[in-house]
């Protein structure tokens, strides 16, 4: 698997990505687009997917640097952050121990600004733990989940058949699943003979198909920063699934 999360400056621009506030992520002094508002906050609004019961146990699978398993505290007795960057998850930690953690902003060529990072408002940090690990290889014993959270995670992974065939023996019956994808294959991650076919959303509903009911399906747009004047924009496609 590739090295890319283990890099400062994508550990920063994820730090961003996560905890970042508006003003910090787009100047307020510039009029941007309605398109890049829209699509702040984006590990906030995929854990809001799943229904707003409170349960006793959630997972999520590539945690990256913790925003998304913050949020899902707010409605889980205990969660798991699981991710397969060392960096990443040491930062998630640092965040939980400490309740903030200050990293560098990217602006231009050697022009940085100092930012920190803070547990989001509401959240339990005593409720959630972070590990490294690799979601293709789960640890056994982790038990099961009533709620499993995946944000853009299944088009980096090697082989993601793998999770998929574990999924089912994660959840408990009725347990819910959220599932992000933007749907950028690369053979930077993925061969390409793993790519899915015909697409991504054919390909998911033949996988979960008898273990799995299709809830909703829509779509999620995400911004992430990488200098003052260069940002990726990308549309995630959001699905949301019942354990049956």
Not at 52 to 66: E, F, K, T
Not at 200 to 205: D, F, G, P, Q, V
């Amino acid at each position: 698997m590739s090295d890319i999360y283990e890099q400062d400056h994508i550990l920063a621009e994820y730090l961003l990505f996560h905890y970042g506030t508006a003003d910090e992520i787009l100047d307020p002094e510039v009029r941007w687009p309605d398109g890049m508002r829209q699509a702040l906050d984006f590990a906030k609004r995929t854990p809001q997917h799943f229904s707003q019961r409170p349960v006793a146990r959630g997972l999520d699978l590539g945690c990256a640097v913790g925003g998304s398993s913050f949020e899902m505290s707010k409605r889980c007795d205990e969660v798991i952050g699981l991710d397969f960057s060392h960096r990443f998850v040491h930062a998630a930690n640092a965040i939980k121990n400490d309740g903030k953690l200050a990293y560098w902003r990217w602006d231009e060529a050697g022009l940085k600004t100092c930012l920190s990072a803070h547990v989001p408002s509401g959240a339990d940090p005593a409720r959630v733990s972070f590990v490294q690990g690799d979601a293709m290889q789960l640890p056994e014993g982790l038990g099961r989940f009533d709620r499993v959270h995946a944000a853009n995670l299944i088009c980096r992974l090697s082989r993601p058949q793998l999770l998929l065939d574990r999924l089912p023996d994660l959840m408990v019956r009725g347990g819910e699943l959220v599932m992000a994808t933007p749907c950028t294959w690369l053979e930077t991650f993925t061969p390409s003979g793993l790519w899915p076919r015909p697409d991504t959303m054919t390909w998911l509903s033949e996988q979960l198909a008898g273990t799995f009911e299709l809830k909703t399906k829509t779509d999620e747009p995400f911004l992430i920063r990488e200098t003052a004047r260069k940002f990726q924009w990308s549309r995630s496609l959001v699905t949301v699934w019942v354990r049956v």
